[in-house]
T-cell receptor
Framework: ELKVEQNPLFLSMQEGKNYTIYCNYS?????LYWYRQDPGKSLESLFV?????AVKQEGRLMASLDTKARLSTLHITAAVHDLSATYFC??????????????FGTGTRLTIIP | NAGVTQTPKFQVLKTGQSMTLQCAQD?????MYWYRQDPGMGLRLIYY???????DKGEVPNGYNVSRLNKREFSLRLESAAPSQTSVYFC??????????FGPGTRLTVT
């Protein structure tokens, strides 16, 4: 059974600081996704990582994937209040494209404080 | 483009009642999914449909049925609701090996 673990589960950080959220998973996969969810809202896709060594950046967020270590990271640079949300990673172990079955981590609730 | 739409937004059921959650997408995606999200947890896959006419079980299918009515629509039915099915239900769609686009969710309470 695939397990996807995120840490930390809760994170309070000051504006302007840097931090990293970690996503570990228990079986072979080279497809990993990051999503953002604001309270009471739906999920918004942030990054799609489809190979070992993939790195994607948008604004203050950067995601990477190390399939050998079964680890993805979401790095936040110079945090701002607008980044407060819950962040989920999700791993796909399906064999065929177009048939992906995502297993989600439990999420990291990020709060940016002034 | 509306993206992924879901109805209803909120629903309260009594134990044993039945209902159908509706989902539609206008992005011409082949794949559609139903998830549930319980407080403090990530999403868990209930059922998915890789293409029109096919459906498969996900991680937590017990107590649910689905219908892929056509390429646009994918419905989720609770035949006999139970309190354990109180949750937020999300529908999603994708074109394959790309991001999934999520609907706004249906908040279901079973008393």
């Amino acid at each position: 059974e695939l397990k996807v673990e995120q840490n930390p589960l809760f994170l309070s950080m000051q504006e302007g600081k840097n931090y990293t959220i970690y996503c570990n998973y228990s079986t072979t996969s080279d497809r990993l996704y990051w999503y953002r969810q604001d309270p009471g809202k739906s999920l918004e896709s942030l990054f799609v990582l489809l190979s070992n060594g993939a790195v994607k950046q948008e604004g203050r967020l950067m995601a990477s994937l190390d399939t050998k270590a079964r680890l993805s990271t979401l790095h936040i640079t110079a945090a701002v209040h607008d980044l407060s949300a819950t962040y989920f990673c999700a791993v796909d172990i399906s064999l065929n494209f177009g048939n992906e079955k995502l297993t989600f981590g439990t999420g990291t609730r990020l709060t940016i404080i002034p | 483009n509306a993206g992924v739409t879901q109805t209803p937004k909120f629903q309260v059921l009594k134990t044993g009642q039945s209902m159908t959650l509706q989902c539609a997408q206008d992005m011409n995606h082949n794949s559609m999914y139903w998830y549930r999200q319980d407080p403090g947890m990530g999403l868990r896959l209930i059922y998915y449909s890789a293409s029109e006419g096919t459906t498969d079980k996900g991680e937590v299918p017990n107590g649910y049925n689905v219908s892929r009515l056509n390429k646009r629509e994918f419905s989720l039915r609770l035949e006999s609701a139970a309190p354990s099915q109180t949750s937020v239900y999300f529908c999603a769609s994708s074109s394959g090996a790309t991001r999934q686009y999520f609907g706004p969710g249906t908040r279901l309470t079973v008393t």
